[in-house]
């Protein structure tokens, strides 16, 4: 295998592609593809047009890849944007893709990384910043991802708890991103737990209904974010509510706890307080220390330290944030708050328009300006 010339003839590739029509990202995606296919293929059958084959199957993996973005989209147009409940009515190959693309052959890192470019539509950017790690490392990752797989029979589903986790990534983009995927994944999740009779496949349906249930509230008219404290409870929807509750419990029950039933236990709690003054923190903060031990997540722990800031004051929860590293996201934003509650306004209105500035989406960087604004006009400057 001559792979100077595999890397000479890759700009060229790239060229006619992007000339063809297709936009660069998916143009990089298909020649990456075409590469894999060549390394594979080129050794026992080296082609007469090196040039030509690449550009061939490269066109041929773009037109594969869009078909499939188009197929994956109208799908989601099929999906109402409040999920009926009870069981899916229908069932289509998603979900299975889903499993095939969680390869054993992957460690399950990767295998979500993969899983979530190839079926869920998220782009590299989205997938590093879920896994809070620079974009480049992300696309080495699913570049490699690619390459293990490529040639591989896919007749061994992958397990249980990866797919999990990229049901539970397409939901948070959809939910909190660019891009609506949410119902989506609640659609496959209902399908799962279906098939499978498995406490954290239930757990995370509820917990997806139970964050779900807030969709309507979660922005006000002008598009802009309403805080969950700010939310018109009046709003959520009762019924996601009391479905989302009734399988959480009957998962709880059975004595096999995992980190999706801890986190729908607290968005539960969430859900059951009638007003944001009710919630019952002192619960809430045993939850997260559940849901620490369960996956040491710094993410978990920045949560659990605004819990600890609402139920035993804001000074805990500034000790509480201390410990953590103050590079994580939204750590600047939870620094922000807590000192608000504090009563250290100078200091939260710094805080807020440092947060605005790393910010991970629009809507989130214009909330944080307004809460720089609100404190600055109030003489926090």
């Not at 934003?333 to 504090?342: F, N, Q, T």
């Given at each position: 295998m001559n792979e100077v010339l595999l890397r000479s003839l890759t700009p060229s590739v790239l060229g006619i592609l992007v000339r063809r029509g297709a936009d660069f990202a998916a143009a990089e995606d298909a020649v990456q593809d075409a590469l894999v296919e060549a390394v594979r293929v080129w050794p026992a059958d080296p082609p007469r047009d090196p040039k030509g084959w690449l550009v061939t199957v490269a066109w041929r993996r773009f037109l594969d890849a869009t078909r499939a973005d188009a197929a994956r989209r109208r799908r989601e147009d099929r999906v109402d944007e409040e999920p009926a409940p009870g069981p899916a009515p229908s069932v289509d190959d998603t979900l299975q893709l889903y499993f095939l693309c969680a390869h054993p052959s992957l460690t399950p890192s990767s295998a979500v990384a993969l899983t979530l470019r190839a079926v869920g539509g998220l782009t590299t950017r989205q997938i590093a910043q879920a896994y809070l790690v620079p974009e480049a490392t992300m696309a080495q990752r699913i570049s490699r991802a690619k390459r293990t797989v490529s040639g591989v029979r896919f007749d061994q589903p992958g397990d249980v708890a990866t797919v999990l986790r990229v049901l539970y990534l397409v939901f948070n983009e959809g939910y909190s991103g660019d891009i609506d995927l949410a119902a989506e994944a609640i659609r496959l999740t209902r399908q799962l737990a279906a098939a499978i009779d498995h406490p954290e496949v239930a757990g995370l349906l509820a917990l997806m209904l139970l964050h779900h249930a807030r969709r309507a509230a979660r922005t006000a008219p002008d598009g802009?974010?309403?805080?969950?404290?700010?939310?018109?409870?009046?709003?959520?929807?009762?019924?996601?509510?009391?479905?989302?509750?009734?399988?959480?419990?009957?998962?709880?029950?059975?004595?096999?706890?995992?980190?999706?039933?801890?986190q729908a236990a607290i968005a539960a709690l969430h859900a059951d307080a009638r007003t944001a003054q009710e919630t019952d923190w002192v619960q809430i903060v045993e939850w997260y220390d559940e849901l620490a031990r369960l996956t040491d997540?710094?993410?978990?722990?920045?949560?659990?330290?605004?819990?600890?800031?609402?139920?035993?004051?804001?000074?805990?929860?500034?000790?509480?944030?201390?410990?953590?590293?103050?590079?994580?996201?939204?750590?600047?934003?939870?620094?922000?708050?807590?000192?608000?509650?504090?009563?250290?306004?100078?200091?939260?209105?710094?805080?807020?328009?440092?947060?605005?500035?790393?910010?991970?989406n629009l809507a989130e960087r214009d909330h944080l300006t307004r809460q720089a604004a609100r404190l600055n006009a109030r003489g926090g400057r």
């Open positions: 802009s974010l309403v805080t969950l404290a700010e939310q018109d409870r009046g709003r959520w929807d009762t019924e996601s509510i009391a479905e989302g509750v009734e399988i959480l419990q009957a998962a709880l029950a059975r004595d096999r706890l995992g980190e999706f039933q801890a997540s710094p993410v978990v722990r920045l949560n659990r330290a605004v819990a600890v800031g609402e139920a035993d004051g804001p000074r805990a929860g500034l000790a509480a944030l201390a410990a953590l590293d103050d590079t994580l996201p939204r750590h600047t934003a939870v620094a922000a708050y807590l000192h608000e509650r504090d009563g250290n306004l100078t200091t939260a209105a710094q805080l807020y328009t440092e947060a605005a500035q790393k910010a991970p």
